[in-house]
């Protein structure tokens, strides 16, 4: 029974996650077939592991650790897709960061998710997280400057 109720809010879920996932996946893999693949392995792979979510446990941080580690993996095969040199835009700098702090400040601004939700998908500590943090911006202020890092709320 619970586990009908989990598949169908993970069906909800997904679908109006899906500009969040193309987001991420985008900002690992650039704009490739892989980015597509990531995606959908991912949704495959946690749709499969469905049993493991808790049922009050919230879907969005869960299916994007998912993907992220698909997306790692395949960054790791086509490693000449995934390295990008800062553009003229903000998402062009945060693309070109190195892939913790990159992970990291994707979560942060563009998902919303504060230190604790980043530090459970990342299986890192929150200290961890609030220095990938610092350091991104720090390298983002040299690239782009200070105007646009303003988080919103």
Known sequence: MFDGIKEKRFCRRAAALKN???AVAVSI???SP???????????SARGKIGELGLLEPVKPWILKILL???????QLHPEDTEREPGSSLWDAVCALNPDCRDVMVLYYAENLNTAEIAKILDISEESVRR??????????????????????
């Open 69 to 75: 580690q698909e997306c790692r993996q395949m960054a």
């Open 29 to 31: 893999l650039g704009y």
């Open 20 to 22: 969040d996932l193309y």
């Open 34 to 44: 892989d980015t597509e693949w990531a995606i959908r392995n991912a949704l495959h």
């Open 132 to 153: 990938r943090i610092s350091q991104g911006s720090a390298a983002l202020e040299q690239n782009i400057g200070t105007d646009k890092l303003e988080k919103t709320e």
